[in-house]
């Protein structure tokens, strides 16, 4: 099992992800990215996956045409999921991706 954030955890790194939203329903964050077109928002994918797979960590995403939604909880953090460091690590790692 994986720790889930505390709520000053939570409030003190959501001020660092600009562009991120939370999610108190899911104790989720998500955001959403635009591209040019298709190619561009599937090769974006391409590289979150890669890290993802190494992190051993996914999102959860969403993409149409040269939209991609992505969404990151901990489905193993306490009893019901949520938000943990896991999260926040693959947030960052999708941000270099851009």
């Not at 099992?1 to 505390?6: D, R, W, Y």
């Not at 955001?31 to 994918?45: H, L, P, Q, Y």
């Not at 019901?80 to 941000?95: K, N």
């Amino acid at each position: 099992m994986v720790a889930q954030l505390t709520n000053d955890e939570r409030k003190k790194a959501l001020k660092k992800l600009a562009g991120w939203e939370y999610d108190p329903e899911r104790d989720a964050i998500s955001r959403s990215f635009k591209f040019g077109d298709f190619t561009e928002a599937f090769a974006f994918m391409t590289r979150v996956a890669l890290h993802a797979e190494k992190a051993d960590h996914h999102p959860e995403w969403f993409n149409v045409y040269n939209k991609v939604e992505v969404t990151l909880t901990t489905h193993d953090a306490g009893d019901d999921g949520g938000l943990s460091q896991r999260d926040l690590d693959l947030a960052d790692l999708i941000e270099t991706c851009l």
